[in-house]
């Protein structure tokens, strides 16, 4: 059975890091990427972040470009998501997800709050 | 890149059909046969019910059903029940590693 758990949620100030990790099983991690999406309370979804499985391409959305980044240990099964700089707009539920164009598997999700 | 436009809700009665409209560009839904939907009850995480403009996965009812016609991607529920309540989203590849979503439209079952 394919698991996806994310880790690493909470509160954080302005300007502040945090650092999700989204642990897998259930399948052979390192051939597939994987994609990190974000829901604001009461808002829809939006893409963050993508890797590929071998971790060597990658891409950000514009709204997180230069301060987020993506990473994976394949050893571990493990895909994270260091978030630095974070602004009030960055409050959301993070999942983790497996793919690229569509996403078959989904973690329950880590909240973020952003807030002094 | 601006989300994909949905209607904001959709209704139907019990037994209907509804389709729900996606509409991107020639960049995103235009250009790709990516094209996925998926179903979000409150408090839960999506889950995926159209993938590739009109394949199902495992599991999920052949009531659900998708198409394509230039920029604008459509989902359909045939023979509406109480259960598919929920939010629905859509999403594109948009090339080079990136995806777009809509921003979600909210079906009702009355």
């Known amino acids: 059975e394919v698991q996806l758990v994310e880790s690493g949620g909470g509160l954080v100030q302005p300007g502040g890091s945090l650092r999700l990790s989204c642990a897998a099983s259930g399948f052979t991690f390192d051939n597939l990427g994987m994609t990190w999406v974000r829901q604001a309370p009461g808002k829809g979804l939006e893409w963050v972040s993508f890797i590929s499985g071998s971790g060597e391409s990658k891409n950000y959305a514009d709204s997180v470009k230069g301060r987020f980044t993506i990473s994976r240990d394949n050893s571990r099964n493990t895909v994270y998501l260091q978030m630095n700089s974070l602004r009030a707009e960055d409050t959301a539920i993070y999942y983790c997800a497996r793919g690229l164009k569509w996403f078959d598997h989904w973690g329950q999700g880590a909240l973020v709050t952003v807030s002094s | 890149q601006s989300a994909l436009t949905q209607p904001p809700s959709a209704s139907g009665s019990p037994g209907q059909s509804v389709t729900i409209s996606c509409t991107g560009t020639s960049s995103d839904v235009g250009a790709y046969d990516y094209v996925s939907w998926y179903q979000q009850d409150p408090g839960k995480a999506p889950k995926l019910v159209i993938h590739e403009v009109t394949k199902r996965p495992s599991g999920v009812p052949d009531r659900f059903s998708g198409s394509k016609s230039g920029n604008t991607a459509s989902l359909t529920v045939s023979g509406l029940q109480a259960e598919d309540e929920s939010d629905y989203y859509c999403?594109?590849?948009?090339?080079?590693?990136?995806?777009?979503f809509g921003g979600g439209t909210k079906l009702t079952v009355l």
């Open positions: 999403s594109s590849y948009a090339g080079n590693n990136n995806l777009i």
